[in-house]
């Protein structure tokens, strides 16, 4: 699959519901929102949702609708690799780009790898009857000396052979912070695109990447720039 058609497939409609902030440590946060949300998204959201999705792909049955920017229990998620994609499919969405927190001295990019690893055993032992597995493209949230980078790599990333191509290209990002150009290239030696979060969000540390900079350094370079953000606005 050349860059093109991978860009083409990956092109579709981002979704997600974001929560208020409770003053709890996360981990506890995640335990009392984790029912929650269950039970919200189940009960009234989730329908929601189905009917809105139907109804857009019955208007554009060409587009391919799915999340571009989400994070499991292997980052700083709440929910399992499993439940994403399971509750994913029964949504209705084509595809899932789950993308793990790569960061030096913080998020190993071995954690990472996991994640990946967990959706290609997902997928393979798929629990749903009626309801066919959705895309889950191999993906990384690389935090780099500008700001974070989304990295999403072609779904034969998911096999054990091809992901040590990614462990050999990735691994200093583990001891070091690179700069954004360089883990742009990298990525699309791998034949992978790139995609800026939440761009301009300003954070203690490198978080958002200013668009002056991105226009500056990095046209021709990157692949996308994330519009909307459920939980960074």
Same mark, same amino acid.
């Given at each position: 699959?050349? %860059? %093109? #058609?991978?860009?083409?497939?990956?092109?579709g409609l981002s979704l997600g519901v974001s929560?208020? $902030?409770?003053?709890?440590?996360?981990?506890?946060?995640?335990? !009392?929102?984790? $029912?929650?949300?269950?039970? !919200?998204?189940?009960?009234?959201?989730?329908? %929601?949702?189905?009917?809105?999705?139907?109804? =857009?792909?019955?208007?554009? @049955?060409?587009?391919?609708?799915?999340?571009?920017?989400?994070?499991?229990?292997?980052?700083?998620?709440?929910? +399992? !690799?499993?439940?994403?994609?399971?509750?994913?499919?029964?949504?209705?969405?084509?595809?899932?780009? *789950?993308?793990?927190?790569?960061?030096?001295?913080? =998020? @190993?990019?071995?954690? /990472?790898?996991?994640?990946?690893? /967990?959706? %290609?055993?997902?997928?393979?032992?798929?629990? *749903?009857? #009626?309801?066919? $597995?959705?895309?889950? =493209?191999? /993906?990384?949230?690389?935090?780099?000396?500008?700001?974070?980078?989304?990295?999403?790599?072609?779904?034969?990333? *998911?096999q054990p052979h091809n992901t040590r191509d990614i462990r050999k290209r990735f691994? #200093?990002?583990?001891? +070091?912070?690179?700069?954004?150009?360089? /883990?742009?290239?990298?990525?699309?030696?791998?034949?992978? !695109?790139?995609?800026? @979060?939440?761009?301009?969000?300003?954070?203690? =540390?490198?978080?958002?990447?200013?668009? @002056?900079?991105?226009?500056?350094?990095?046209?021709?370079?990157? #692949?996308?720039?994330?519009?909307?953000?459920?939980?960074?606005?």
């Amino acid at each position: 699959m050349n %860059r %093109r #058609d991978f860009l083409k497939r990956l092109a579709g409609l981002s979704l997600g519901v974001s929560t208020l $902030p409770l003053a709890f440590p996360k981990r506890v946060k995640g335990q !009392v929102l984790a $029912p929650i949300t269950g039970m !919200v998204g189940k009960g009234f959201l989730d329908s %929601r949702i189905r009917t809105g999705l139907k109804a =857009y792909k019955a208007q554009n @049955p060409h587009h391919k609708i799915g999340e571009l920017h989400c994070h499991s229990v292997y980052s700083d998620g709440y929910y +399992s !690799v499993d439940a994403i994609l399971h509750r994913a499919a029964a949504l209705g969405l084509d595809f899932v780009v *789950l993308t793990e927190h790569l960061m030096a001295g913080k =998020y @190993p990019l071995e954690s /990472a790898l996991e994640s990946i690893k /967990a959706r %290609r055993l997902c997928c393979e032992r798929w629990q *749903l009857k #009626d309801v066919p $597995p959705v895309s889950a =493209y191999p /993906a990384i949230e690389a935090s780099t000396r500008q700001g974070h980078l989304l990295m999403v790599f072609p779904e034969e990333y *998911l096999q054990p052979h091809n992901t040590r191509d990614i462990r050999k290209r990735f691994l #200093d990002f583990e001891h +070091s912070i690179p700069d954004i150009e360089t /883990a742009a290239r990298w990525t699309r030696s791998l034949g992978g !695109v790139t995609v800026v @979060p939440h761009p301009n969000k300003e954070r203690s =540390y490198p978080f958002g990447v200013s668009v @002056p900079f991105i226009k500056q350094n990095l046209t021709g370079l990157l #692949d996308g720039i994330e519009d909307i953000s459920a939980a960074h606005g």
